[in-house]
């Protein structure tokens, strides 16, 4: 395999520096050197300033230690390994072609050649500003790594690199840039918001319009993923289809959260596992209730009493979910409601203490955050577990047609269709809407 390697090398090696013209040597000499590409550098050095103004000197520091690092990090592995340059390979002094100069002095390099500086360079710069300026513009993506492949061929051309030198110091400034990038996120890192409103129309509305009059590339800066907002009263409280949702001022929980779950439309039944199920788990673990199940699609019961209902709404961008609102209401302190809402249940009812609210929200964003970390069939296992009538033959009603059925729920697919079978064994399948528990 070595060898295989090794032949593979050299002849790559060859067949470039065998492409050799006068024009080219001239060429090739000035764009292996830093200053030729100064004036693009110097236009993004403008872009960089323009897009990020006072903490554009962050990305430049970055660049600064990552060619240190990648630097000195080349210079110690070529002092380590010693593998001579192909220019001072005396068995292929006859087969390579150098620059030589007008003064008749011939352009070697250094004496040992991996792993590569100049690849080591400038991919840890690529890897940055692709980072950085990815999100402003879709051409980072390719002028950059285009710069560095040009930059790192001319060394092969000028015969002062094999191509695992390039390959193996690309490798280095590879896992250089992704270090910064990763040590700068973790400084950097955007924490979730959480906003209070003493009142609003509905949580949901609320950051639907505040999303909406923000730039798509500055959302995430904005409102962070698993940011809230909650209050205290919703004048126009929303549930499933037309629905209101009720609430007692200032005793229970309302409140949206933002995801960024970037799946397919198709997959979005996962949005409705997390929320439901993270809320299912806080009843559970954190106020020590029993009998906690999920209503199909999204109802959160004790018993059968709904303690919790979910109003999901995700925005599409391209073939992806660009972020969901999950509204949550949740019963906490009210003991008193409405005779028309026909089976209310709350935290203080069913465990006989009093939460602080805002204790609640933050318990119940850990939860989300616990359930986003599971894989798609163990979350989906997970549902299912707590499903609510699950083989448990009852009455329900089909919306379009208005009749009445006896039915058991058998399951619900990884898509969120609910699956039925009648007493006679007749299999029915429900979408979202088309059935009504009675």
Same mark, same amino acid.
């Given at each position: 395999?070595?060898e295989?390697?090794?032949?593979?090398?050299i002849s790559i !090696?060859?067949?470039i520096?065998?492409l050799?013209?006068p024009?080219?040597?001239?060429?090739v000499?000035?764009?292996? %050197?830093l200053?030729?590409?100064?004036?693009?550098?110097?236009?993004?050095i403008?872009?960089i300033?323009?897009?990020y103004?006072? %903490?554009?000197w962050?990305?430049?520091?970055l660049?600064?230690?990552?060619?240190?690092?990648?630097?000195q990090?080349?210079v110690?592995?070529?002092? $380590?390994?010693q593998?001579?340059? /192909? @220019?001072h +390979?005396v068995?292929?002094? +006859?087969q390579?072609?150098?620059r030589?100069?007008?003064e008749?002095?011939v352009?070697r390099?250094?004496?040992?050649?991996?792993?590569?500086?100049?690849a080591?360079?400038?991919f840890?710069?690529?890897?940055?500003?692709i980072?950085?300026?990815?999100?402003?513009t879709?051409n980072?993506w390719?002028?950059?790594p285009?710069?560095?492949i040009i930059?790192?061929v &001319?060394r092969i051309? !000028?015969?002062?690199?094999?191509?695992?030198?390039?390959?193996a110091?690309a490798?280095?400034?590879i896992?250089? =840039?992704?270090?910064l990038?990763?040590i700068? #996120?973790i400084?950097? %890192?955007s $924490?979730?918001?959480i906003?209070?409103?003493?009142s609003l129309?509905s949580t949901n #509305?609320f950051f639907?319009?505040?999303i909406?009059a923000?730039?798509?590339?500055?959302l995430?800066?904005?409102?962070?993923c698993?940011?809230?907002v909650y209050t205290?009263?919703?004048t126009?409280?929303?549930?499933? *289809?037309?629905?209101e949702w009720? #609430?007692?001022?200032e005793k229970n929980?309302?409140?949206s959260?933002v995801?960024?779950?970037?799946?397919?439309p198709?997959?979005?039944?996962?949005? &409705?596992?997390w929320? @439901?199920l993270?809320i299912?788990?806080?009843l559970e673990?954190?106020?020590?209730?029993?009998?906690v199940?999920?209503?199909?699609?999204?109802?959160?019961?004790?018993?059968?009493?709904k303690i919790a209902?979910?109003?999901?709404e +995700?925005?599409i *961008?391209g073939?992806?979910?660009?972020? #969901?609102?999950a509204g949550?209401? !949740? +019963?906490v302190n009210?003991k008193n409601?409405?005779?028309?809402? /026909?089976? /209310?249940?709350?935290?203080?009812?069913?465990a *006989?203490?009093e939460?602080?609210?805002?204790?609640v929200?933050?318990?119940? $964003?850990?939860h989300?955050?616990?359930?986003?970390?599971?894989n798609a069939?163990?979350?989906h296992q997970?549902?299912l577990e $707590? !499903?609510?009538r699950k083989?448990?033959?009852s009455?329900?009603?089909?919306?379009?047609?208005s009749?009445?059925?006896t039915?058991k729920?058998v399951?619900?697919s990884p898509? =969120?269709?609910?699956?039925t079978?009648?007493?006679? =064994?007749?299999?029915?399948n429900?979408?979202?809407?088309e059935?009504q528990y009675?």
């Amino acid at each position: 395999m070595i060898e295989i390697i090794k032949h593979l090398d050299i002849s790559i !090696l060859l067949y470039i520096n065998g492409l050799h013209t006068p024009f080219l040597d001239t060429l090739v000499f000035f764009m292996t %050197k830093l200053w030729f590409w100064l004036p693009l550098f110097a236009f993004f050095i403008v872009y960089i300033f323009k897009k990020y103004k006072k %903490k554009a000197w962050i990305i430049f520091l970055l660049c600064a230690i990552s060619v240190t690092l990648t630097d000195q990090g080349s210079v110690a592995i070529k002092n $380590r390994v010693q593998r001579l340059r /192909p @220019s001072h +390979n005396v068995q292929l002094e +006859n087969q390579l072609h150098l620059r030589t100069s007008k003064e008749g002095k011939v352009y070697r390099g250094g004496t040992y050649g991996f792993v590569s500086s100049h690849a080591a360079n400038s991919f840890g710069i690529t890897v940055l500003l692709i980072f950085f300026l990815a999100p402003y513009t879709k051409n980072a993506w390719w002028i950059f790594p285009s710069w560095a492949i040009i930059f790192c061929v &001319t060394r092969i051309y !000028l015969g002062v690199h094999y191509p695992t030198d390039i390959l193996a110091g690309a490798l280095l400034g590879i896992a250089v =840039g992704a270090m910064l990038i990763f040590i700068y #996120s973790i400084f950097t %890192k955007s $924490r979730p918001k959480i906003i209070f409103k003493e009142s609003l129309n509905s949580t949901n #509305s609320f950051f639907n319009d505040a999303i909406t009059a923000i730039n798509p590339t500055k959302l995430t800066k904005h409102f962070p993923c698993l940011s809230i907002v909650y209050t205290s009263f919703q004048t126009k409280g929303r549930g499933q *289809q037309t629905n209101e949702w009720v #609430s007692e001022k200032e005793k229970n929980v309302l409140m949206s959260i933002v995801l960024y779950p970037t799946i397919l439309p198709s997959k979005q039944f996962i949005i &409705t596992q997390w929320v @439901s199920l993270a809320i299912a788990h806080f009843l559970e673990k954190e106020i020590g209730l029993e009998n906690v199940t999920i209503k199909w699609p999204n109802d959160i019961y004790v018993g059968d009493k709904k303690i919790a209902g979910i109003l999901i709404e +995700n925005t599409i *961008q391209g073939n992806r979910i660009s972020y #969901s609102i999950a509204g949550i209401g !949740l +019963n906490v302190n009210q003991k008193n409601f409405p005779e028309w809402i /026909p089976n /209310p249940t709350s935290i203080v009812i069913e465990a *006989q203490k009093e939460y602080e609210i805002l204790y609640v929200i933050k318990k119940i $964003r850990q939860h989300i955050r616990k359930q986003i970390k599971l894989n798609a069939t163990t979350l989906h296992q997970h549902y299912l577990e $707590r !499903l609510y009538r699950k083989n448990i033959y009852s009455d329900y009603k089909i919306i379009a047609s208005s009749e009445i059925k006896t039915m058991k729920i058998v399951n619900v697919s990884p898509e =969120g269709v609910l699956h039925t079978e009648t007493e006679k =064994g007749e299999l029915m399948n429900f979408h979202f809407h088309e059935i009504q528990y009675l």
